[in-house]
Every structure is written in structure tokens, then in C-alpha cells.
């Protein structure tokens, strides 16, 4: 590790991160969405948020979302809803309807 001024530097190179990186890769932030559905005049909010580190986690996330509410609930026009995910300053990040929704690559 090389200091400059007051801060330390490391070399990015020699850092594992687990999941979101590999030893010399510069690893994806992650970040904080929150999933919430919506349709019919209905909505379930997600209060708690998801901490992931790329849009296609954010989709699949989305996707698997979307199938537990269908699954959970009966009898529902599903064609009006969708997931609106948003960041943790609140901005829209993603509207997937649920008619979109795949499940190991075919819609559900």
C-alpha cells in the first residue's frame, strides 16, 4: 500500500472481493434498489431494498419478485402490473412488467 498525503492508495489488483469481483478486476459497486409493484390501483412496496451490483441482478431480482407476488396471490389480471425498481435517492431504474417475466429464459 502507497501513501499520498494523508491517504492511503492500494493496488486494486491484489484485492479479492467475493462475489462482486475477482483478484484483478475492479470489483462493481454495489448499490441499494428498492422493488416495488404496482397495478390496478394496488401496490407492495419494498421497504427494505435489495443490495446488488449489476443491471442484469437488478432484472433477475425484478423477475423473481414479479413471480413470488403471482404465485403468493390468486387470480389476478397480471397484464396491469409491473416492478418499478428504484435507486436509494428514489430514481426509477427499471419498469419490468410482469408479462416480461422469464424464468430460465422462457416468460412465465
Known sequence: MARRGSMAVSNRA???VGT?????KTPMPRRLYRFHCLGGG????????????????????????ALGLMTGVGCQDWTVWSVDVRDAAGRPVLL???????L???RA
Do not use: M, P, Y
Request: glycine share 10%.
Open 14 to 16: 491484489t484485492i479479492a
Open 20 to 24: 462482486c469481483g475477482e483478484v484483478g
Open 42 to 65: 394496488e401496490a407492495v412496496f419494498d421497504l427494505e431494498g435489495r443490495w446488488l451490483s449489476s443491471i442484469r441482478e437488478v432484472r433477475q431480482h425484478a423477475d423473481r419478485v
Open 96 to 102: 419490468r412488467a410482469f408479462t416480461a417475466v422469464t
Open 104 to 106: 430460465d429464459g422462457k
